[in-house]
């Protein structure tokens, strides 16, 4: 059996000169872990059944989406190289980007004369990074433009003298109206009104977190919200606003904001009410706690609210625990992948059945820039000497938001958990194209995810043991298809499957990756495709997972993709690597409307074409370091059948 160590647990455990308060403290740990984990070792077997037969409900994807702060990054090429990955995962399965303080990047001149002048160049800049690979903003109104020239008045905030207006004068709020006004005027224009009305504005972030996202306090937030509201409804009244994305359950301001939206007197048209287009909150826990709590808010917002009871109600931070930047030991592994499919699941079993919940999107805040244990969706490799070059490995969590990509079509219900709050969990979908697909998760709970934060490695370490412990198998039973020569294709994320991290550790770490390691890297961390197209008798489906792990099974009729148009390529973009070579990044779209594995074939400098994949692409895009003193390369995609 492998077992992956966390690179700084493993020195830890033997301590000589260990304080008596800080044995104290770890008899104590021991007797935590101990309690938390009384059950280490648990083997699950499961028979789960899919009657196919029925209507079912329509599922839409409605986790297509991702975070990340600040917004400036979009102009580094490590974060553009980032956008080509979540460009390259089917079905659009991330559509949407939540950047903060987009408004930093914003300058004026004079924004206290009779009529500033805003110059929102840079800005587009970013969003052009975003809009050419079809991604969207979720756009928080958030950030100060930045103050050219003399700044008297103005307010140093992150790094620059800004423009914060005081939104309790009137005379401001109003500037503010107007300078939103411009704002959504320009990006009309430069962008369409067709692409805006997909688009989401949204208030500044967590207007209840620290005083960092808003220190005015909630008058001057209900002001503020209505000369935005206001604002962007009078560019065009479909445009979409809506909030307060509060960071804590049940907060005041939370309150304030509902209450506003319905009673409040609008400080810019005098009348009743403000606008409110959607509810988001922001509640990061384990699927089922973060269940709970949403279920609280959503409850709240019935009972006090009723008319405002049917607006989309959006997680727009729906991670498992708070802390982007801290190291946590689940981030590399495909624990965080299995999160991504329980949260949807409970999401949809839980809430949106049960409570008949308008839901919006349930966006994880995963896009940040960072290494293996930081809260990203690709690990970031760089040197110190030439920070701005970089190389990327996708983690699970990034193959994660791929698996889940093609779950859309109707869902079945499922039968067979064990309990409610079951570690397994499955999503049974048929697809348009007729692909029946079946996408297995096992997530077991292991305790609080920051706990690592809290109380150290020797948690992290009984935690990772007894995730390692936790073994499920099974099998899945289909009622009510009617395939009649079906095959079906197996694809893995787990332990074993797809773990770029656990080949890292056992390469020893290396800090830079030269051209080799990289590419072996890329290829170790592609979930496998365990069986492709094998003919199916129609028997139930065995699985068997340890420790945790997404399956995801498609049954479809054989042949079906073979008449399809070819994949097309759609851009090769190039980037340096810190040793000084290349790597492109091929992303491609394919007409057939299914799930595909891929396999790339380089030209270079004019040679045949050779395959360049180790293994099997099952992403709509590739990234391959360059081999040395190649000057062209051309490339092609084929689809693979067998
Ligand atoms: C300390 C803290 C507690 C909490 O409940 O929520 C927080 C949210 C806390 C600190 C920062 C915070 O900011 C949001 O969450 C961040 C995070 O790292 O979890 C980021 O994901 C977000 O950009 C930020 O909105």
Not at 59 to 69: D, Y
Not at 240 to 251: E, Q, R
Not at 456 to 472: I, K, M
Request: with cysteine; net charge negative.
């Amino acid at each position: 059996m492998k077992f992956f160590r966390f690179p700084r647990l493993g020195t830890l455990s033997v301590h000589f000169f260990l304080t008596f308060r800080m044995m104290k403290y770890r008899v104590y740990l021991l007797i935590l872990s101990l309690l938390a984990f009384p059950f280490s070792g648990k083997s699950d077997e499961v028979v789960l059944t899919v009657d196919f037969s029925g209507e079912g409900k329509p599922l839409t994807n409605f986790w297509r989406a991702s975070g990340f702060t600040p917004g400036v990054q979009l102009l580094r090429e490590d974060m553009q190289l980032t956008l080509d990955y979540l460009a390259a995962i089917p079905h659009e399965g991330i559509r949407y980007l939540r950047p903060h303080w987009l408004l930093n990047m914003v300058r004026v001149e004079d924004p206290y004369g009779d009529d500033p002048e805003y110059d929102f160049s840079v800005l587009y800049q970013a969003l052009d990074e975003m809009v050419k690979r079809d991604l969207k903003p979720v756009f928080e109104v958030m950030g100060y433009p930045r103050i050219l020239g003399e700044a008297e008045g103005g307010t140093h905030r992150q790094g620059a003298m800004r423009w914060v207006p005081d939104f309790k004068k009137p005379a401001e709020i109003q500037r503010w109206h107007d300078f939103v006004r411009a704002l959504v005027s320009g990006l009309e224009a430069r962008y369409g009104r067709e692409e805006l009305l997909t688009w989401y504005f949204e208030c500044t972030n967590e207007p209840d977190g620290s005083d960092h996202f808003w220190d005015q306090g909630i008058p001057a937030l209900l002001n503020y919200w209505d000369a935005t509201g206001e604002a962007i409804k009078s560019v065009h009244p479909e445009y979409v606003f809506g909030g307060p994305g509060n960071a804590h359950l049940l907060s005041e301001t939370f309150k304030a904001v509902l209450d506003h939206a319905e009673n409040g007197a609008n400080a810019i048209t005098g009348e009743r009410g403000s606008v409110l287009d959607f509810i988001s909150v922001h509640h990061k826990a384990r699927p089922y706690q973060m269940i709970r709590m949403e279920r609280q808010s959503f409850r709240y917002v019935r009972e006090h609210h009723p008319a405002l009871a049917e607006l989309p109600f959006w997680n727009n931070e729906a991670d498992p625990t708070w802390g982007w930047g801290e190291a946590m030991w689940w981030r590399p592994n495909a624990w965080y992948a299995a999160f991504l499919v329980q949260s949807v699941e409970t999401h949809l079993r839980l809430l949106i059945d049960r409570e008949e919940i308008n839901y919006g999107y349930l966006v994880n805040d995963h896009n940040f820039l960072g290494d293996w244990y930081q809260r990203t969706l690709l690990a970031r490799f760089s040197a110190e000497a030439n920070p701005s070059r970089f190389q990327l490995l996708p983690k699970p969590v990034y193959y994660g938001m791929a698996l889940l990509s093609f779950a859309e079509g109707t869902r079945h219900a499922v039968e067979g958990y064990s309990s409610e709050e079951s570690p397994v969990v499955l999503l049974a979908v048929r697809r348009d194209s007729g692909e029946i697909l079946l996408l297995l998760a096992h997530g077991p709970d292991f305790g609080d995810p920051r706990d690592q934060v809290r109380h150290g490695p020797e948690t992290a370490e009984a935690q990772q043991r007894f995730l390692e412990s936790q073994t499920v198998s099974g099998s899945i039973a289909l009622t009510g298809h009617s395939f009649t020569d079906p095959v079906y294709t197996h694809i893995r994320l787990d332990q074993e499957a797809g773990n770029a991290y656990g080949r890292w550790q056992e390469l020893g770490t290396p800090a830079a990756l030269d051209h080799k390691t990289y590419r072996e890297l890329l290829s170790a961390g592609q979930p496998v495709l365990a069986r492709h197209n094998t003919a199916w008798d129609g028997n139930p489906i065995p699985f068997s997972i340890r420790g945790a792990g997404v399956s995801l099974f498609v049954i479809s009729e054989r042949g079906a993709a073979e008449d399809a148009p070819a994949p097309v390529i759609r851009k090769v973009t190039s980037y340096a690597t810190p040793d000084g070579k290349w790597q492109d990044f091929i992303r491609w779209t394919d007409p057939a409307d299914r799930v595909v594995a891929y396999d790339v074939w380089a030209s270079h400098d004019g040679g045949a074409y050779e395959k360049i994949n180790a293994r099997p692409v099952l992403i709509q895009g590739f990234a391959y370091p360059r081999p040395e003193g190649v000057e062209t390369v051309s490339y092609r995609v084929e689809r693979r059948m067998e």
